[in-house]
């Protein structure tokens, strides 16, 4: 018999957190459920969870490193494995440090390796060519946000527990559980501001798990947030509705902003979303006559035409309205292991940089040093000094989640080298030399140093790993940081404990450097010896809590946090709700907040062009996500097969009956970069004129490893309709949302 005993830790699959209480049988996990007495998530957990039981047993699953041999994978050792790597990269790292690319996808946020030893790979490789799912998502929000208030990660939380008046904008929490806002529960937390008399307002151009249990919904032509909202910034300056309460002193820039709001009258607005003027004006009456409100878009906002724009107003009209940094509206967390707005001189600081370097062929600027991901076939497949030779993915699937997926699939298959830091034989890893394993989820330590960055509550919570490294696996950082010793010319064999400490001494020389943290000025030998007994992530999380801003500061702070006080705390440490950070959070150059940065403004011609523009009965494709499902990489776990969980093409009874399309049978829906043929599902959910195709499938092609997933047909992978000349000018994000297609029946 084996024993039975009970592990907590926090749930790594989404941005939400929520603790789990595992059940383990010798090591086997049996049970998975919410934890109670999680400081932050009470006991709320979602299906994903319950199928981590799965993943775990998952026989597809890639156990031991793969290498390609006459067409298909072998079993290897690691050490054959990275000597294969080795000698796939070393000629190409030696005659340019550009033809190796990298693309890291959505998981390394949630994991430590990523967090902590994505970058260490990236410095070792000296490449320009970076890329990551950050094209396909957030982008927008971190250029809008740097621009405003100084760093990337200084982005507004909506606080949702206090607030009166939330106004969302293309997200759909009650299938994603929240992003760029994490907060456990969001069904619970919605359901709460509904009992309170609060109003929840949805913007969607579909009827969402979310829209239905709003007050209101408005339907939105796909793409034209940023028009809606400039008319209702029109309504506050035309209406005399602006009240920046406190705010104004630190401020720069509302003259410009007015300026640039004057075309877009709720009429011209109206013309171009869809919502009428007198509703755009009666929504933001409303908005600014609430005591206290939060506006927010996520994911339809972000990946759309206008993203980086959309992005801007969500927040310009949190500053308008007097609702930023104020309890009840959108505020800055200050998460326990520290970020640019708490390191540095407070108030003040260098703005976001960008544009230090450019892709070759399209000349996109970086930002965050990185470069579009839409760019990344044409960086692959176009001959010339620079080209991409060579690429290495770590938790990412580009050949389903990035745009023109069959034309990268291609590039994929052109690249002389090639290797996936991955968990299966994915779409992408299948074009892999060489696959190296990431270590079961339970095998590893967990905090979610991203997203307490962006939580509704300053959060700290540490998971130990549930169960030891199985025979034969690797811990990810050690594979990360092998990569690195590869990259960096100590090879295939350096000696890993040495490069870790050097990675965990430069973190440890930058906290005790920050003049704002509680240890600034410690001896760096001293506060060494304290930490000198862990090693590998766990060490890297104990110096960024010490140096945080709660941290114990080697001695300074006795009470403060270190991983030692977070191992006594298995459901977390709550640090407390949000509190206001203005002005000490900004990183501006003028130390304000910046309302109409230069190179907003001079993108917002571009959306004055764009008021003219008329449909004319043509068809936009818009994606969705599912509760049940993940991106591209959970369709292989058996208990979220089935049920609603279908990758069919929405589409609305108006526009089925107008185009001889029936429920259920096969349509073929055509863009400028592609063609599909998918099941379709009439219904009134989306709006007329739009089609709506989730992500991330299109599993059944051939080499792949998922045999469930690849199963029943494998759904439709709909980013070969996604055009990779389709982007937000400014930041270079792709256009996933609104993309012109052609729909008949098949
Ligand atoms: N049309 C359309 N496209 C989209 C979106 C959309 O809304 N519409 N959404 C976009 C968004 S928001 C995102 S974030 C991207 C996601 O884009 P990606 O990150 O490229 O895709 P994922 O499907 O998340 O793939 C994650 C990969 O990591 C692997 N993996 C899982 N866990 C681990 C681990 O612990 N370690 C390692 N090494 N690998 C692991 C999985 O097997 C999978 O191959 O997709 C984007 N694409
Ligand atoms: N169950 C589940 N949870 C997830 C994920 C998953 O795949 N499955 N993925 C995770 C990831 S990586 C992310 S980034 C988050 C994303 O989290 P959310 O942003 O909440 O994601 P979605 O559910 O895709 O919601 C986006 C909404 O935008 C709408 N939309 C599309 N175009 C437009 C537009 O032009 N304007 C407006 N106003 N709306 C538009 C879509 O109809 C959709 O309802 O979810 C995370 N959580
Ligand atoms: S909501 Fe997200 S964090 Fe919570 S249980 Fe589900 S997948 Fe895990
Ligand atoms: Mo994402």
């Given at each position: 018999m084996s024993e039975e005993r009970i592990?907590?830790?926090?749930?790594?699959l989404c941005e939400a957190t929520c603790g789990l209480e595992l059940t383990i049988e010798g090591s086997t996990l049996t049970k998975v459920r919410g934890d109670e007495q999680d400081v932050f998530s009470k006991g709320f957990l979602c299906?994903?969870?319950?199928?981590?039981?799965?993943?775990?047993?998952?026989?597809?699953?890639?156990?031991?490193?793969?290498?390609?041999?006459?067409?298909?994978?072998?079993?290897?050792?690691?050490?054959?494995?990275?000597?294969?790597?080795?000698?796939?990269?070393?000629?190409?790292?030696?005659?340019d440090r550009n033809s190796v690319g990298v693309y890291l996808g959505n998981p390394n946020v949630h994991n430590l390796a990523g967090t902590f030893y994505g970058r260490v790979l990236l410095k070792a490789l000296g490449t320009q060519n970076i890329y990551s799912a950050t094209t396909v998502d957030q982008m927008p929000k971190h250029v809008s946000s740097g621009l405003m208030f100084g760093t990337p990660l200084s982005i507004p939380i909506p606080d949702v527990d206090r607030t009166d008046h939330f106004l969302v904008l293309g997200a759909n929490p009650m299938a994603s559980n929240g992003s760029l806002f994490t907060a456990p529960d969001l069904p619970g937390r919605l359901r709460a501001l509904k009992q309170r008399g609060g109003k929840l307002v949805v913007v969607d151009p579909r009827r969402t798990e979310t829209a239905k249990k709003a007050d209101e919904h408005h339907f939105i032509v796909p793409g034209t947030d940023a028009h809606l909202l400039m008319g209702m910034v029109h309504t506050l300056f035309a209406e005399d509705l602006v009240t920046m309460n406190g705010l104004a002193e630190h401020t720069a820039g509302v003259e410009d902003l007015?300026?640039?709001?004057?075309?877009f009258t709720p009429e011209a607005a109206s013309a171009a979303c869809g919502i009428a003027a007198d509703e755009i004006r009666r929504m933001v009456r409303e908005l600014a006559s609430a005591d206290r409100a939060a506006v927010y878009g996520r994911i339809g906002t972000s990946t759309q035409e206008f993203g980086t724009l959309a992005s801007w107003l969500v927040d310009v009209i949190n500053v308008l309205t007097g609702n930023l940094d104020r309890e009840g509206g959108a505020m800055f967390t200050k998460p326990a292991i520290g970020s640019a707005n708490t390191a540095g001189a407070p108030g003040k600081g260098r703005g976001l940089p960008f544009g230090r370097f450019r892709s070759r062929v399209r000349g996109r600027p970086e930002f965050l040093g990185e470069l579009p991901v839409a760019c990344l076939a044409e960086e692959i497949l176009t001959p010339g000094d620079g080209q991409i030779r060579a690429l290495i993915t770590v938790a990412g699937n580009p050949a389903v989640s990035t745009p023109?997926?069959?034309?990268?699939?291609?590039?994929?298959e052109d690249l002389d080298f090639m290797v996936s830091v991955d968990i299966y034989v994915t779409e992408t890893a299948r074009h892999a030399d060489v696959i190296l394993p990431a270590e079961p989820v339970l095998t590893r330590a967990h905090y979610d140093g991203a997203f307490y960055n962006l939580s509704v509550r300053n959060i700290a919570n540490y998971s130990?790993?549930?169960?030891?490294?199985?025979?034969?696996?690797?811990?990810?950082?050690?594979?990360l940081l092998r990569l690195a010793g590869i990259a960096g010319d100590a090879g295939a064999h350096a000696d890993l404990e040495a490069l870790d400490e050097l990675v965990a001494h430069e973190a440890l020389r930058r906290g005790v450097q920050n003049p704002i943290s509680p240890a600034h000025g410690v001896d760096e030998e001293k506060a060494w010896d304290v930490v000198a007994h862990r090693r590998g992530p766990e060490r890297m999380l104990d110096v960024l809590l010490r140096t945080g801003p709660y941290g114990e500061g080697f001695g300074r702070n006795p009470d403060g946090l270190t991983l030692d006080v977070l191992e006594a705390s298995p459901h977390g440490v709550d640090l407390g709700p949000l509190e206001p950070r203005i002005?000490?959070?900004?990183?501006?150059?003028?130390?304000?907040?910046?309302?109409?940065?230069?190179?907003?403004?001079?993108?917002?011609?571009?959306?004055?062009?764009?008021?003219?523009?008329?449909r004319n009965g043509g068809m936009m494709l818009v994606g969705r996500r599912q509760l049940r499902s993940n991106n591209s990489w959970m369709h292989n776990l058996p208990s979220l097969r089935g049920g609603s969980n279908r990758c069919t093409v929405q589409i609305h009874v108006d526009d089925a009956e107008r185009l001889g399309i029936s429920d259920g049978k096969l349509v073929r829906v055509t863009s400028s970069s592609g063609e599909v043929e998918i099941e379709a599902e009439v219904c009134e959910a989306v709006m007329p004129g739009v089609v709506s195709i989730p992500h991330g499938w299109g599993h059944d092609v051939d080499g792949v490893g998922w045999a469930v997933a690849a199963g029943e047909g494998g759904g439709t992978n709909s980013n070969v309709l996604a055009p990779s000349d389709l982007i937000d000018e400014l930041s270079g994000n792709a256009v996933l949302s609104g993309i012109p297609v052609t729909v008949s029946p098949a």
């Open positions: 592990a907590y830790r926090t749930c790594p299906p994903k969870a319950l199928a981590l039981i799965d993943l775990e047993n998952d026989p597809d699953r890639v156990r031991v490193p793969l290498i390609r041999e006459n067409g298909s994978f072998r079993e290897a050792s690691w050490d054959e494995a990275f000597e294969r790597v080795e000698a796939g990269l070393r000629p190409l790292l030696d005659r007015h300026a640039l709001v004057e075309p023109d997926a069959a034309r990268l699939a291609k590039a994929l130990p790993p549930s169960l030891p490294l199985p025979a034969g696996a690797m811990a990810e950082w050690e594979v002005p000490e959070v900004l990183r501006t150059a003028s130390g304000k907040i910046e309302l109409a940065p230069e190179p907003i403004a001079n993108d917002v011609s571009r959306l004055v062009a764009a008021l003219s523009r008329r």
